[in-house]
């Protein structure tokens, strides 16, 4: 069983998916019932329970009834998640009928676990599993990174963009209205006449913009859009960033920022920090955006440098 929330958690899972070891023959998923998960996940068992928020322990509670149900099968050898919510819900219970257990804290979490890895860490027989090794323990092994194996390719001459991807990803509970001014101030700079425009918003109020803004749009959709894209511009989402390096394209990233009520902590700036590092995006706040950023993203293109390493379930 794969269990994951939608948004990058799912995107994480169903990367890693071909790379996990012992080789997964017979695979069902638990996740929730959005344009994304439909999409990624379409010829899939796919078991569709109520939608967690962030910090949402009374939803957790309220989905562990369920999450026994479908686990009480005897179907399972393992449950192996990348978080969010959704893993406090079924590993415990899984644990409780002595099946296997797995979490793998996300690619986001570049200084340490999250709150849910940490509290999933504490539930006896899991084994945990970290993407950078320089926080990895005797506790969190550490088996790769959905970040290794991307490379900064040659630069290419600025010309205007003509197809752009504007995505905040689909969290139900937080807007990013600054992302969306700032990018309607600075965008039209870079525009070549008749471009088109994707804006993905998920739940950001948009009105008296010039967008015309969708909450959700299907992952073969936005994948799509992003491949034939000449700049993307995204949240600093784990999903968002990892459609955008697949495409070769370097994404211009805007954190989301607690204070300002955009996410529940600031992890989106240790992603945005990453990838910066790594020459694979260009990370600005909102208020600091400028033409001349969404020029230098457009001018860097991105390469798969080396074959991705597998990811070895259980201890070495």
Known sequence: MLVASTGGH??????????????????????????QSR????????????????RGYGEVVRVMPEARRILRT???DRVVS??????????????ALGIRTHYIESAARAEGPSLTGRIVSRVPGTQTYSQYARWADERWQYRGSLFDGYDVAEERPVRAAARVVVT???????????ALEAVCRVLPDVLAPDAEVLWQVGVTDDSGLPVEGRA??????????IAEADLVIAHAGIGSC??????????????????????V???????????????????????????????AAMARRVRAAVPPRTFLLDAV
Not at 12 to 35: C, H, I, N, Y
Not at 39 to 54: M, R
Not at 216 to 225: I, N
Not at 242 to 259: E, H, I
């Open 10 to 35: 799912l995107e994480q899972l169903w990367r890693l998916r071909s790379r996990l070891r012992p080789v997964l023959s017979d695979v069902e998923w638990a996740t929730f019932d959005e344009a």
């Open 39 to 54: 999409s990624l996940l379409a010829g899939e068992v796919v078991h569709h329970v109520p939608y967690i928020p962030p």
């Open 74 to 76: 005897g179907r399972f």
């Open 82 to 95: 990348t978080g969010s919510g959704i893993a406090l819900a079924f590993l415990p219970v899984a644990r």
């Open 168 to 178: 905040l990803g689909t969290m139900k509970t937080y807007g990013f209205r600054r």
């Open 216 to 225: 959700d749009v299907p992952a073969a959709e936005l994948h799509a859009a």
């Open 242 to 263: 990892l459609t955008t390096l697949d495409a070769g394209r370097c994404p211009v990233v805007l954190p989301r920022r607690q204070q300002h009520g955009e996410h």
């Open 265 to 295: 902590d600031d992890h989106q700036e240790l992603i945005a920090h990453e990838l910066d590092r790594r020459g694979l995006a260009v990370r600005r706040l909102p208020a600091e955006l400028t033409a001349q950023d969404l020029r």
